[in-house]
């Protein structure tokens, strides 16, 4: 048996519940941080900047499943639903921040954010792309979408995914790395898709 | 920090005042990292004295100044809002003198229309300024007409909370201009050079299109990427509402004068 089926072989036995629970931590310990004075003298882009890069980081993680099964064998499918899902749970608590404790509410600035900042326009429609993604993660969808259509919609997290790093380096002044990796990484990870494809269709070609 | 002798502000107050650590945990000061904590954690070792100044160009008097005979002997506290371009805000009683009384001491030549400012440049302790990636070209530069040099709320700050200014607010002199973008206040100046051409400016340089030469407070001209008719108040917590942006950051009376004629949507 090689490594990576006797890794295999264990993850078969590790739940996928107790992801969830670990998870949701890091957000729990952010609204503590900013509740209690840890998030420095302003919270507010603090909370929203970093449940923003964990959404990120876990979109990569969500894209990084396949790629570590075709290259090291290693089965982590199991979990991907789960690290979706928590990866739209930061998404939409990075939107609520916006919306409540950074604009308040103030529904003329976010209209004009929403219609005149490509950054933000950006965001909102990566957001958007990534609610039937979220709503059809259960396997009962997978049951009545039927896989064709099923795997269509979840198409959509590569767009999102891109999205998502595009309007994190619109956001900021100068051209810092942070985000200039992110979505360096999210293109490879995305690009790497079409490309193992067209290479295996070569190779079937060939033989 | 060593206390400094001053006079107390007789103005009015812009808002509370942000406490101390407020003021010294919070900035954008590229040279020691992109971050608002990296400032503070990373500037503790610049070395600020010897410090001296180099004031050229269009002046009578040129010279290379030791810091000490450039701060007169009777400060002043100055208590501005400093509003960020980032859309933040927070209220700063610093301690310093205006930059006019320095400027006439070394004797503006008729021809001089601008004053072009340069920060130090100093890359073994300044860490922002090491490495493979660079987030500006350096040394930053900014720059002010003449006449907004010599406006009376134009200072030249060496303190803070009546101490000597820390090192990540900008040590040991730096320019405040309360009614522009809090990047056009240059930190740890070496050099002031007068000039007759406008003066290059380290964020118009970047991006021309965001950042104008004047970069005045105006709520009414967005940033390209982001609203500024409104503010967060860096200090309020989790829950602060945020509060409406005054034109030339609540300078107006002061300075509007200034641009009389001036297109500030184009002149941004």
């Known amino acids: 048996m090689t490594l990576a089926q006797r890794i295999n072989g264990s993850l078969r036995r590790v739940p996928t519940w107790p992801g969830y629970v670990l998870g949701v931590i890091p957000a729990a310990w952010l609204w503590y941080l900013g509740l209690t004075g840890g998030l420095g003298p302003e919270p507010v882009k603090a909370l929203e900047h970093e449940l923003g890069k964990i959404a990120l980081q876990l979109l990569v993680a969500s894209l990084c499943v396949s790629p570590i099964l075709w290259v090291a064998r290693v089965n982590l499918i199991r979990f991907r639903r789960m690290i979706g899902l928590l990866a739209f749970f930061y998404v939409v608590m990075h939107f609520a921040v916006y919306l409540f404790l950074d604009l308040r509410l103030n529904w003329a600035q976010i209209g004009e954010d929403l219609t005149k900042r490509p950054y933000i326009i950006l965001g909102a429609i990566s957001l958007l792309a990534l609610i039937p993604v979220a709503l059809t993660s259960n396997d009962r969808s997978v049951r009545r979408l039927g896989s064709a259509l099923w795997g269509r919609i979840h198409w959509l997290v590569y767009p999102a995914s891109i999205g998502a790093a595009a309007h994190y380096l619109w956001l900021v002044k100068a051209w810092p790395l942070e985000p200039i990796l992110y979505l360096a990484i999210m293109v490879g990870l995305v690009a790497w898709r079409p490309l193992r494809k067209a290479a295996r269709t070569r190779q079937r070609q060939v033989a | ?268």
């Open chain 2, 1 to 268: 920090a060593a206390k400094l002798d001053y006079r107390p502000f007789a103005g009015e107050r812009p808002g509370e005042l942000n406490s101390f650590e407020d003021i010294t945990s919070y900035n954008n000061f590229y040279e020691f990292g992109l971050g608002k904590d990296d400032p503070k954690r990373l500037a503790g070792g610049l070395t600020t004295s010897p410090w001296s100044v180099t004031i050229d160009g269009l002046v009578a008097k040129p010279g290379t100044y030791a810091l000490e005979d450039l701060v007169p002997a009777t400060l002043e506290e100055r208590i501005y809002r400093l509003r960020c371009v980032e859309a933040w805000s927070m209220v700063v009683p610093w301690i310093g003198f205006e930059l006019r009384t320095l400027l006439n001491r070394v004797e503006p030549l008729g021809s001089a229309k601008y004053v072009a400012f340069e920060t130090l440049v100093r890359p073994e302790e300044m860490p922002g300024q090491k490495g493979l990636f660079q987030s500006l070209d350096w040394p930053y530069v900014e720059g002010l007409r003449l006449d907004e040099a010599m406006h009376p709320l134009t200072i030249l700050a060496n303190g803070l909370y009546g101490e000597e200014l820390p090192n990540q607010n900008g040590a040991p002199l730096r320019l405040v201009v309360p009614w522009k973008y809090g990047f056009k206040s240059i930190k740890s100046i070496v050099r002031i050079t007068l000039t007759e051409d406008e003066p290059p400016a380290t964020w118009n340089l970047q991006a021309p299109n965001e950042y104008g030469f004047y970069s005045n407070v105006n709520p009414e001209v967005s940033h390209p990427r982001w609203s500024q008719a409104t503010e967060r108040v860096v200090g309020g917590g989790l829950f602060a509402a945020r509060r409406d942006t005054e034109m030339f950051n609540g300078y107006a009376d002061e300075v509007a004068g200034l641009y009389a004629g001036m297109d500030l949507s184009k002149f941004y």
